[in-house]
C-alpha cells in the first residue's frame, strides 16, 4: 500500500511528522506526546485482558459453543 509516497502503512513516527497532522494537533491541543500518551491509554483499555465480556460469559476457548 502507498501512503503519501511511502510503501506499506506509516509508522506512528512518521504520522506524527506529517504535514496535516500538525495543525490537526494543534486544533486539538494536542502535541506529539500528549497525542502518544491518549494512544497508548486507549491501547491499555482495549488490551484483551482489560476487556470483560457484557454478555457474562466467558472468553476461554473451552467455554465456547460447538461448532455444528
Known amino acids: 500500500m502507498r501512503v503519501h509516497g511511502m ?3 506509516p ?3 512518521e ?4 504535514d496535516i497532522m500538525r495543525p490537526v494537533m494543534k486544533s486539538a491541543g494536542l502535541d ?3 497525542l ?5 491509554e486507549l491501547a ?3 488490551a484483551p485482558d482489560n476487556l470483560t465480556p457484557r454478555c457474562g460469559c ?6 465456547q459453543p460447538a461448532a455444528g
Open 7 to 9: 510503501v506499506g502503512e
Open 58 to 63: 466467558s472468553s476461554a476457548p473451552e467455554l
Open 36 to 40: 502518544r500518551a491518549l494512544l497508548r
Open 15 to 18: 504520522l506524527l511528522a506529517d
Open 11 to 13: 509508522t506512528l513516527d
Open 44 to 46: 491499555h483499555r482495549l
Open 32 to 34: 506529539a506526546g500528549g
